[in-house]
């Protein structure tokens, strides 16, 4: 079983400024078959990134994900205060068994 | 336009079981994968399960195995999750979600969610 582990838990930021999440996997995760969603309250989740660093339809080039292996990585540039939200990762395509990691809040300072 | 409407939540008590359904437009349904996800109250997302586009093979979380279950209706494009013996830790939001998927086996990520539906077990 695939253990997820983001940090930090949470993250205060000012608007403008770079984020930088971190999502760490117990197992190498095949392929690189890596998401990243975006959960603002209230609301349903909505993904970023897949495959590590694809963007999905939509997504501003601000996100980017990066990472291989067991150590990914989601950056937000020029943080706007839409970002402000929860992240979540996951990996996907090895098991039918999923899993997300704890999730990262990104707050406003 | 894709869309994805779960409905059947609602407040029960303990032991008790419910249905939700999930009502999708805009795709192909039958050639996608379905998951349950759930999000208790300020925690994080749970994966429940997922069945294959044909509805023949399904996967559950350890959480819920053996009290959920997940079906589907093609000729509805509607999706289910049949909960019983609900306990108080059931109590979430529950969203279904879509993904791509192959040999009704390996699932893809997530790219179309519902906007959820609210499960209170609480006696």
């Known amino acids: 079983e695939i253990v997820l582990t983001q940090s930090p838990d949470t993250l205060s930021m000012s608007p403008g400024e770079r984020a930088t999440l971190s999502c760490r996997s117990s197992q190498t995760v095949s392929s690189n078959y890596l998401a990243w969603y975006q959960q603002k309250p209230g609301q349903a989740p909505r993904l970023l990134i897949y495959?590590?660093?694809s963007r999905a339809t939509g997504i501003p080039d601000r996100f980017r994900g990066s990472g291989s292996g067991t150590d990914f990585t989601l950056t937000i540039d020029r943080l706007e205060p839409d970002d402000f939200a929860v992240y979540y990762c996951?990996?996907?395509?090895?098991?039918?068994?999923?899993?997300f990691g704890g999730g990262t809040k990104v707050e406003i300072k | 336009q894709v869309h994805l409407v779960e409905s059947g939540g609602g407040e029960v008590q303990p032991g008790e079981s419910l249905r939700l359904s999930c009502a999708a437009s805009g795709i192909s349904f039958k050639t996608f994968g379905m998951h349950w996800v759930r999000q208790a109250p300020g925690k994080g997302l749970e994966w429940l399960a997922v069945i294959s586009s044909d509805g023949n093979s399904a996967y559950y979380a350890d959480s819920v195995k053996g009290r959920f279950t997940i079906s589907r209706d093609n000729s509805r494009t509607t999706l289910y999750l049949q909960m019983n013996s609900l306990s108080p830790d059931d109590t979430a939001v529950y969203y279904c979600?879509?993904?791509?998927?192959?040999?009704?086996?390996?699932?893809?990520?997530?790219?179309?969610w519902g906007k959820g539906t609210t499960v209170t077990v609480s006696s």
């Open positions: 996951q990996p996907y395509g090895s098991s039918p068994y999923l899993t």
């Open positions: 979600a879509r993904s791509d998927t192959y040999d009704s086996y390996y699932f893809y990520y997530m790219d179309v």
């Open positions: 495959a590590a660093s």
